[in-house]
C-alpha cells in the first residue's frame, strides 16, 4: 500500500515562504505523474502543480512566478517551494500520486494533507 506523507506546513506571514515535502512509502519512479493541490475552507479542491516523470512541470495561473515543484527520485520525495505567500494561499495542500500499471489498471493516491495559513 502506497502512502504519501505531506510535511512543512506552517504559519507564515504574506510575503514569506514555506517549502511542502511528500515523501512516498516507496519509490516514486513507479508514478508517472506527481502533483500538489490545496483546498481552502468551503472551495473546492484545486490544482497547484503537476510534476511528471519527465517532462516540465505546470503550474496553475495563480502561482506561477511563485511557486517551484521539484522531484528527488533518490529520495522518493517531491517539494513545493513556496515563495511570496499570499493570504490568499491558505489551504489544505495534498500531494497526489498517479500510477499508469497497463490499460485498464491505474491508481491515484493521495496524501492526509498539510495546513499552510498565511497571515496578512
Known amino acids: 500500500q502506497v502512502q504519501l506523507v505531506e510535511s512543512g506546513g506552517g504559519l507564515v506571514q504574506a510575503g514569506g515562504s514555506l517549502r511542502l515535502s511528500c515523501a512516498a512509502s516507496?519509490?516514486?519512479?513507479?508514478?508517472?505523474?506527481m502533483a500538489w493541490y490545496r483546498q481552502a475552507p468551503g472551495k473546492q479542491r484545486e490544482f497547484v502543480a503537476t510534476?511528471?516523470?519527465?517532462?516540465?512541470?505546470n503550474y496553475a495561473n495563480f502561482v506561477k512566478g511563485r511557486f517551484t515543484g521539484s522531484r528527488d527520485n533518490a529520495k522518493n520525495t517531491v517539494y513545493l517551494q513556496m515563495n511570496s505567500l499570499k493570504p490568499e494561499d491558505t489551504a489544505v495542500y495534498y500531494c497526489?500520486?498517479?500510477?499508469?500499471?497497463?490499460?485498464?489498471?491505474?491508481?491515484?493516491?493521495w496524501g492526509q494533507g498539510t495546513q499552510v495559513t498565511v497571515s496578512s
Open positions: 516507496g519509490s516514486i519512479s513507479r508514478f508517472d505523474t
Open positions: 497526489y500520486a498517479h500510477e499508469f500499471v497497463r490499460w485498464g489498471t491505474e491508481y491515484d493516491y
Open positions: 510534476i511528471p516523470r519527465g517532462g516540465m512541470t
